[in-house]
């Protein structure tokens, strides 16, 4: 049966379809709707892992156990789980093993634009990357095959595009797949000798890859004119056919690691001028040079950004179509925190204390733009906790004074623990902010391991923060609600002054959460407001200043207080949530 489906449905379709019986994730966009999906079936067990790390070495667990088994994660998050990745590269794997990772060109949703590309070729694993949703399905399957011939781990690279995009896929009955039996076997211990023993197995099995590539179906030729070809991939194929139709001849290629370096020279011998057409880096285009080709790439077009067929057709040079103008200039719209967002409140002290707030990766990295801006840097997953006890040691107590690190619920199990233990270990009087709001947030609700409840949103174990804490020597836990200004400021300052290393666990779950019950939306009483527009240093989207005075959007506001708390004329009215 033919349907639409989101790439990312398409590859948990794909894993379905193939027998799949295990799949560990860690939510990351725009990765996450894989494992979303897969959930959805019944014959795949699913989870949320701490971390990508986990999720990797969770998924090579089940493939050692005879499964076939998958992970999914962003590009940032296989920086994470790149570790295992490479030793398991070697060890080799005995039912399949799939590791889906999204690249996000463009940054729409990350910190940095790094090409995934690079990590099959540094681990030596083969990597797939499909084009649209029917090749997400596809080649879902096709991974799992090449794994199981290969005894390899196999990547199967995306995009925000082809993630996020929808087209038309052709269905196919579950196929069950025999339990391989487990045996016992001492070499894949990688000791020294060991991991030396296997490193000739790794190339010869790049070598017989290679020789696969060249004639596997998921790199084709397209041949049209000698004139011009163009080599390229995933969503940049789709730009290159919408762009230039049948007028140039092109080498698709679906298996963009290791290249087939026979295919490539054959195609390269058949056209007068060569392109590579890739998003990111010159990945590609490099190996062509490898092999003695004159190509033209980067020269041509850009290394940073998504790529697109206006852009196409402006670097080739080719007339562009028409656009469609607004009457009026579109007025920008930058995220922000949510109407009620637990976060709101406690940004709003940090910046009034002037205090150094190094962050993390979350919805709270929000609490940077203006007119909040109360956080000075954010790095990567956990790094918040790190940095500032690095940041405190090396400018001592009147730092300590003056600094906290924020971090996540999510994030904190993710990587904020260990960091937690270093400060708790070196004894840096440093003071973490753990701000749980009950979920992890950003990337669409999924639970996590302080939640209590699993992946299907089933009753599961649940780690206690402060308990954690605790449990990791630190003496000063305090728990506070981020509505409650006052005692904010007042616990703040007093970790602050502290001599020791100290957690305040800022706790209120996401306003937008079903379960959570918001109050009447409040109103301004024109009559006490004096126009000072205090409230709108809270950078709240359901309050701005009509005719001098403060007015609350009805449609927005959650009933949370902040406000209320905040003014100092009492002109806001109404029930409240804190």
């Not at 057709?313 to 009026?328: I, T």
């Not at 024109?526 to 950078?539: I, N, P, Q, S």
């Amino acid at each position: 049966m033919k349907q639409l489906m989101l790439g990312n449905a398409a590859v948990a379709r794909g894993l379905y379809e193939a027998g799949c019986r295990f799949i560990s994730s860690y939510p990351g966009t725009p990765s996450t709707e894989i494992t979303e999906e897969a959930v959805k079936f019944d014959e795949i067990y699913c989870e949320w892992a701490p971390n990508e790390k986990v999720a990797v070495e969770a998924a090579f667990g089940a493939s050692l156990g005879g499964v076939r088994s998958a992970c999914a994660m962003k590009h940032v998050g296989l920086n994470v789980a790149a570790d295992p990745v490479f030793t398991i590269s070697y060890i080799g794997v005995k039912a399949g093993m799939v590791i889906c990772v999204a690249d996000d060109p463009g940054m729409h949703s990350s910190q940095n634009e790094q090409d995934s590309r690079h990590y099959a070729r540094a681990s030596k694993i083969p990597m797939l990357e499909p084009a649209d949703s029917a090749e997400c399905l596809a080649f879902a399957k096709l991974a799992f095959e090449i794994s199981e011939t290969f005894h390899t781990p196999v990547f199967l690279k995306l995009c925000t595009r082809v993630a996020h995009s929808q087209s038309a896929v052709e269905t196919a009955p579950r196929v069950e797949r025999e339990t391989v039996p487990y045996v016992k076997d001492t070499h894949n211990v990688m000791t020294p000798a060991n991991a030396i023993a296997r490193h000739p197995v790794v190339e010869e099995r790049t070598e017989k890859l290679v020789r696969y590539g060249c004639t596997a179906p998921v790199n084709r030729v397209e041949m049209a004119s000698g004139e011009t070809g163009v080599i390229t991939a995933s969503t940049s194929y789709q730009y290159v056919k919408e762009v230039f139709g049948d007028t140039v001849s092109v080498l698709k290629l679906g298996l963009t690691w290791p290249l087939p370096d026979g295919l490539i020279l054959d195609f390269a011998s058949k056209v007068k001028k060569l392109y590579v057409v890739e998003e990111l880096d010159p990945f590609i285009e490099e190996h062509c040079k490898s092999l003695g080709l004159s190509v033209t790439g980067k020269e041509l077009l850009p290394i940073c950004g998504e790529f697109s067929q206006g852009l196409l057709r402006e670097k080739f040079g080719l007339p562009g179509k028409p656009a469609r103008a607004f009457p009026e200039p579109v007025p920008p719209r930058p995220p922000v925190l949510c109407s009620g967002c637990p976060h709101r409140g406690i940004f709003y002290v940090l910046q009034k204390l002037g205090v150094t707030v190094i962050g993390d990766i979350g919805c709270y990295t929000l609490g940077s733009a203006a007119p909040l801006s109360a956080m000075d840097i954010n790095i990567c997953m956990g790094a918040s906790v790190s940095a500032e006890h690095g940041f405190n040691a090396a400018l001592g107590k009147k730092s300590q004074n003056r600094t906290v690190s924020v971090i996540g619920d999510s994030t904190f199990v993710h990587s904020g623990m260990t960091s937690l233990a270093d400060i708790a270990y070196n004894q840096s009087a440093s003071t973490v902010l753990i701000l749980d709001n009950s979920i992890t947030g950003m990337t669409g609700h999924q639970q996590n391991p302080t939640t209590g409840l699993n992946i299907k949103g089933d009753p599961a174990g649940r780690i206690d923060l402060t308990a954690l804490c605790r449990a990791m020597g630190i003496r000063r836990v305090t728990v506070v609600d981020p509505y409650d200004l006052a005692q904010c400021e007042r616990v703040l300052q007093a970790e602050l002054a502290a001599d020791e290393p100290s957690v305040i666990i800022v706790r209120r779950p996401c306003v937008l959460l079903k379960q959570v019950k918001t109050a009447p939306p409040l109103t301004v009483d024109r009559e006490k407001c004096v126009g000072c527009k205090a409230c709108m240093k809270l950078g709240c989207p359901s309050i701005s200043i009509k005719d001098g005075k403060a007015h609350v959007d009805a449609t927005l506001c959650t009933g949370c207080g902040v406000c209320k708390a905040l003014c100092r004329m009492d002109a806001f009215t109404g029930e409240t949530m804190a």
